[in-house]
């Protein structure tokens, strides 16, 4: 994908010590694993998501990308920067009816060239069948599909590459939870005893362990990695937030000078340190935070 932008990617993403009293006193480091810092329109996973997709969309001769996402996906704004560096079409097909005016992520999708379709709620659970895929066929001519979130056999692939760039020693590797593709890709790319805590951002999320399973089986043939999940910090579900998240937020940046992305960064990053707190990880417990940059991107 290094052809898509005017700029190289910066990778290996850097990585950082994050000092924090409540860390020294639990006798645990943490480490944050840079990623939205890859690229500003294309960051973090949803580079490493979308790099073998497009070479495969390329390699099958397409020159037009649909994919599915909520109005506030970033995996919809990623994916029509790389329409828009990529000189393809792009296709969104967002969940729910049409506001407008569009919230910051559709217009910038707009802003990249995304053509946007809406589907009600009730089709949009059934979006990967044959007559939902048909009918978008019907509309829209030749496409190269990727999934919602981009998560798929490509996307795990691409994921599983960033265990190669962790050369710090470490135990254990916390990351939002989505769709689930990078926790799929990431735990399959780790070696020995170390393991990843995903934390899901949607209420309910534990349905998610048998679809990073499905991932990971398309990929490598099966479950593969030491993985599991946290499923109590959603703060409501997808999108949703309380003012006690926002606090959290707003203390980070401030002792951190790091502005954490409240869908998906805020909610992992508060479970890490409340387990942290609760007395989770053992003292001399190294732990990898990944950072994937989901943050609103303004258009340049």
Known sequence: MDDLRPT????????????DERLRVAGVRVFLKRDDLIDPEIPGNKWRKLKYNI???RRLGHNTLLTFGGA????????????????????????????LPLNPSLAYAVARGMQLTYLDR?????????AVVGDLHRRFGDFYLIPEGGSNAEAVRGCSELAAELTQPFDVLFCAVGTGGTLAGVAAGLAGRQSV????VLKGGAFLEKEIVE???AAYGARTGSWHLECDYHFGGYAKRTAEL????????KQHGVLLDWVYEAKMMYALFDLV?????PARTTIVALVSGSGQVPLT
């Open 55 to 57: 070479a495969s969309a």
């Open 246 to 253: 926002d606090a959290f937020i707003e203390e980070f940046e």
């Open 122 to 130: 009730t089709t949009y659970r059934a979006k990967t069948s044959d």
């Open 72 to 99: 506030y996906s970033n995996h919809i704004r990623a994916t029509a920067a790389v329409g828009h560096y990529g000189n393809f079409r792009t296709i969104g097909v967002i969940r729910g009816e049409e506001h």
């Open 8 to 19: 190289a990617p910066l990778l290996p993403s850097p990585v950082s010590e994050l000092v």
């Open 197 to 200: 805590v995903g934390v899901p």
């Open 215 to 217: 991932l990971q089986t």
């Open 277 to 281: 707190r609760r007395g989770v990880f």
